[in-house]
């Protein structure tokens, strides 16, 4: 067991490997990071140790390493934190040091100080720096003016060096993510539209159903993660002077008004799937109402492979005119199978059942959803998942 476990990993681990040298993508950035922090590293090694012999020499390669974090920005938040925390650290590992003049009872009186602040919020990872530097100068006795004055400047010549490589080497810019799942998004919700559509037309069990909704809120799952690695990919752009250093200018990020389209679309998609899974609330359809049903759904998954991304992905040409002409195409079969779907279980006379009622709504809108792909600027209502998202933001 064990060993097939070893084998899996080192598949993996070669998988990644040869996916680093051969395409871009998460390792290849992973790989490029990491050693960016060792040479980071190396150099202020060289510097700090072997051209200046300082005295507190590993403070400089250990900052240097820590530093070269996945953005510029992050790299200099993170130094600021970084070096408050060692000055914290510092200070007070070397006044219970004076006051004690005992590295066990200084560090019963400093740890404890050092490792709540280190838990501050404010502070994020950097915290862990506060205790660890006041560990460093109580382990060793180093608590002279002197030898304080020599880890503050190795600290900044680390914290220096590593600001220096991560962003003059290879800066990292992410809109790969961003792109993928802007790719990704459509052809998966015409993809889930679709099969709905062919369950429907031919008797699902609600298995399938339930399998069909899992597949839906993944959809929405997806357009959270889109607006994290959104925030991620801005971010890298923030003062990042390496940009001008480039032949060729990294892409910029793609407009997140897309994103709140989509964040409505895979919601009203949800609903609409939740409707046809749920036992209590699925209609009950003649065999008229669900061929209607199937060619409505099926017409709003054409409608999402007519998004600018889905479409550019799959190879067509890059027409705007004519992806726009599809698109309403598409949309108008959509909104004339409601309306078919809606006279259907109306019968003449008789009045909607409220669970039939209730899938007519929820179509209604996803067809409302799916009219801001060809004008997204129109999507000015925020969905009820971005508003939720919104007031735990702002919350937080």
């Known amino acids: 067991m064990y060993a097939h476990a070893l084998t899996r990993e080192a598949r993996a681990v070669w998988r990644s490997v040869r996916r680093a040298v051969t395409e871009p993508g998460a390792d290849r950035d992973t790989a490029v990071q990491s050693l960016k922090a060792a040479g980071a590293a190396l150099l202020a090694w060289a510097l700090a140790g072997w051209w200046w012999d300082a005295p507190m020499a590993l403070m400089a390669p250990w900052t240097a390493l820590f530093l070269v974090q996945s953005t510029v920005y992050r790299s200099l938040l993170s130094a600021l934190q970084q070096f408050a925390m060692v000055v914290v650290g510092t200070l007070l590992a070397a006044a219970a040091g004076v006051l004690t003049d005992n590295a066990m009872a200084a560090m019963a009186l400093a740890l404890p100080l050092t490792v709540l602040l280190g838990n501050y919020a404010r502070f994020g990872a950097q915290g862990l720096y506060a205790p660890t530097a006041a560990l ?63 369950g429907v037309a031919e008797g699902y069990s609600e298995e399938q159903a339930r399998a069909w909704y899992d597949r839906a809120l993944r959809l929405t799952d997806g357009v959270t993660d889109l607006r994290e690695q959104r925030r991620r990919s801005d971010e890298s ?22 994103d709140l389209v989509w964040d409505q679309v895979t919601e009203h998609i949800a609903t609409t799937v939740r409707t046809l899974a749920e036992p209590a609330r699925r209609p009950v359809l003649s065999s008229d109402a669900r061929d209607t049903l199937a060619a409505l759904l099926r017409a709003s998954g054409d409608a999402c492979r007519f998004d600018e991304y889905a479409h550019q992905a799959e190879g067509r040409p890059c027409d705007d005119a004519g992806r726009t002409r599809d698109f309403r195409h598409s949309l108008a079969r959509a909104s004339a199978e409601h309306r078919r779907l809606t006279a259907v279980c109306a019968g003449e006379g008789r ?22 792909i060809a004008d997204p600027e129109a999507a000015l209502i925020p969905s009820p998942s971005a508003r939720r998202h919104e007031q735990a933001r702002v919350g937080g």
């Open 237 to 258: 752009y923030r003062v990042n002077p390496g940009l001008r250093l480039r032949r060729r200018a990294a892409p910029a990020p793609p407009s997140a008004t897309w």
């Open 136 to 198: 460093f100068v109580l382990a060793y006795g180093s608590y002279s003016g002197y030898d304080i004055a020599h880890r503050f400047l190795e600290t900044l010549l680390g914290a220096v060096i590593g600001i220096g490589v991560n962003a003059l080497v290879f800066p990292p810019v992410h809109t790969r993510r961003v792109r993928h799942l802007r790719v990704r998004l459509p052809l998966q919700s015409a993809e889930l539209l679709h099969e709905v559509a062919d």
């Open 351 to 372: 009045t909607v059942a409220p669970t039939t009622s209730g899938l007519l709504a929820d179509t209604r809108r996803l067809l409302s959803a799916l009219l801001r």
